[in-house]
């Protein structure tokens, strides 16, 4: 009886993955169809409960310097610490999975619903400028979170999660602290830090479409690459790379994990049966890889403890 019951669980569990597969596949055919980006739609999937929101509030004095900021409205559930999300997007405009602030209310959802109040800023990307201007708007957004949010004491600090080149973004401000030291303000503002299926281990100068944006490193690329800066000094880590990810090649996070481990720093590694996209729809709901990132992130988060000075 007991086989039966675990037979009957199993074939359940499989339905629901395929029917969870197939709603991805529309949504992303859908998607190519109309030529929205696949972010929005999954936006207008989720409710606007649960949080309140502030709306473009700015960071620095160009168009694209803005930011969201999701307030938990359950103030039983309040988290001290904040939380910034970096979405994805080539660090270009113009392509399918171009980002938007607009388009991740679903992870603001999430985090804001949990207690964290989240941030999540819009930044410059190509042909507008190269790299590292898109890093240096983050670290901007950080100095106002700083100024304005009373970040830098024992109770608020700031935790920084991205996806692709949000994940780069987000890797480079975490361990090379030049980036805060350029805008007045210290790395142990940073209680840890999620990389989502990033390129951190990569030459972007042997990449057709993404050389013009890194053009400024042509002489030294190593300054593109997070995996250059690891150290026993960079704030506790959280690596996730799905193992079907076709865009990014999960040795980028399987490096830098090991070059972090390597270093004494303290890093987690998670490889997850999920997509390049997966990793953050997984923030959303509900899309594939949902359960193993949500749970990773949260068992991170949870068990951070204080980055090293």
Same mark, same amino acid.
């Given at each position: 009886?007991?086989?039966?019951?675990?037979?009957?669980?199993?074939? =359940?569990?499989? @339905?629901?993955? *395929?029917?969870?597969?197939? /709603?991805?596949?529309? #949504?992303?055919? +859908?998607?190519?169809? !109309?030529?929205?980006?696949?972010?929005?739609?999954?936006?207008?999937?989720?409710?606007?409960?649960?949080?309140?929101?502030?709306?473009?509030?700015?960071?620095?004095?160009?168009?694209?310097?803005?930011?969201?900021?999701? =307030?938990?409205? @359950?103030?039983? *559930?309040?988290?001290?610490? /904040?939380?910034?999300? #970096?979405?994805? +997007?080539?660090?270009? !405009?113009?392509?399918?999975?171009?980002?938007?602030?607009?388009?991740?209310?679903?992870?603001?959802?999430?985090?804001?619903?949990?207690?964290?109040?989240?941030?999540?800023?819009?930044?410059?990307?190509?042909?507008?400028?190269?790299?590292?201007?898109?890093?240096?708007?983050?670290?901007?957004?950080?100095?106002?979170?700083?100024?304005?949010?009373?970040?830098?004491?024992?109770?608020?600090?700031?935790?920084?999660?991205?996806?692709?080149?949000?994940?780069?973004?987000?890797?480079?401000?975490?361990?090379?602290?030049?980036?805060?030291?350029?805008?007045?303000?210290?790395?142990?503002?940073?209680?840890?830090?999620?990389?989502?299926?990033?390129?951190?281990?990569?030459?972007?100068?042997?990449?057709?479409?993404?050389?013009?944006?890194?053009?400024?490193?042509?002489?030294?690329?190593?300054?593109?690459?997070?995996?250059?800066?690891?150290?026993?000094?960079?704030?506790?880590?959280?690596?996730?790379?799905?193992?079907?990810?076709?865009?990014?090649?999960?040795?980028?996070?399987?490096?830098?994990?090991?070059?972090?481990?390597?270093?004494?720093?303290?890093?987690?590694?998670?490889?997850?049966?999920?997509?390049?996209?997966?990793?953050?729809?997984?923030?959303?709901?509900?899309?594939?890889?949902?359960?193993?990132?949500?749970?990773?992130?949260?068992?991170?988060?949870?068990?951070?403890?204080?980055?090293?000075?």
């Amino acid at each position: 009886m007991e086989e039966s019951s675990e037979k009957f669980a199993d074939s =359940f569990r499989c @339905n629901i993955r *395929n029917f969870c597969v197939r /709603i991805n596949v529309l #949504v992303i055919m +859908g998607c190519f169809l !109309s030529s929205c980006s696949p972010f929005r739609v999954i936006d207008l999937l989720v409710d606007r409960k649960g949080y309140s929101l502030e709306k473009e509030q700015s960071y620095g004095d160009r168009p694209s310097m803005r930011m969201d900021i999701y =307030f938990p409205k @359950n103030q039983s *559930n309040i988290n001290d610490d /904040i939380i910034m999300f #970096v979405y994805g +997007g080539s660090w270009r !405009s113009g392509r399918l999975f171009s980002g938007k602030k607009e388009y991740y209310r679903f992870v603001g959802k999430l985090f804001s619903n949990e207690g964290y109040t989240t941030i999540i800023p819009d930044y410059r990307v190509y042909p507008e400028v190269k790299f590292p201007s898109f890093v240096e708007d983050v670290a901007n957004a950080v100095k106002w979170i700083h100024t304005n949010m009373n970040l830098n004491n024992d109770n608020r600090r700031l935790i920084l999660i991205g996806h692709s080149a949000g994940a780069h973004i987000v890797s480079l401000l975490a361990l090379d602290p030049n980036y805060f030291k350029e805008v007045g303000i210290d790395r142990s503002v940073l209680r840890g830090w999620v990389g989502l299926s990033g390129p951190y281990n990569f030459n972007p100068l042997a990449i057709r479409y993404i050389r013009p944006i890194f053009e400024s490193v042509i002489d030294d690329i190593d300054k593109a690459r997070p995996i250059s800066f690891a150290s026993v000094k960079a704030p506790p880590g959280m690596l996730i790379h799905g193992k079907r990810d076709r865009l990014v090649s999960g040795n980028n996070s399987l490096a830098l994990y090991k070059a972090l481990t390597g270093a004494g720093s303290k890093i987690d590694y998670a490889s997850i049966d999920a997509g390049h996209f997966d990793t953050v729809l997984g923030l959303g709901v509900p899309f594939i890889g949902k359960s193993e990132v949500q749970a990773a992130v949260f068992k991170f988060l949870k068990s951070s403890p204080l980055c090293p000075p």
